[in-house]
């Protein structure tokens, strides 16, 4: 019995470290560098503009003209990220209606597990205007920890471009206005 017991131990620890990227992976944390990731240029000129990019495939999230990035990973057959849809919605309009904060924070949506046409789908059904990218092969969400949505990530990009996470939590934002003032304390805005 005791050799099954640790034949089954190694057998297990076997197969844990055989996957490092599961084993180790996380949800990022306040005060972590934010994973280089690989995002889809979107294809509407207008959202490329918004973002302050052009004429390339891809983009990183150190590449978006602006101090702060705020990540949303959702999916949309979350019905959490449905629900939540109007109260991000609402806090893009109040970023975007402040000539302070409108060249300095930028909204992203990242949808795990969720294709283009799925996407865009979500975006049609919830009027959203900020992008939303996909994420098909979850791949992102994989770096990320596999997190649960929605969930939100702030990101300071300072001078030298280093993506810097301030926020970090999965669930509602709450008031709009507050989670901005939130925000704006946090990144130091």
Known sequence: MR???ILSGVLIYLIISSFPAVAGAKPPEKGDVLPEIILPMPQQPELQQYLGLSGKSSFSIPQVKADVVLIEIFSMYCPYC?????????LYNKIESSSHLKKKIKLIGIGAGNSEFEVDVFRKKYTIEFPLLPDNEFVIHKMLGEVRTPYFIGVKLDEGGMPS???SKLGS????DNFLSLIQQLSGL
């Open 165 to 167: 996470i301030f926020y």
């Open 82 to 90: 449905q629900r939540e849809a109007p109260a991000v919605n609402t």
């Open 3 to 5: 050799k099954l017991f």
């Open 173 to 176: 934002i709450g008031d709009p």
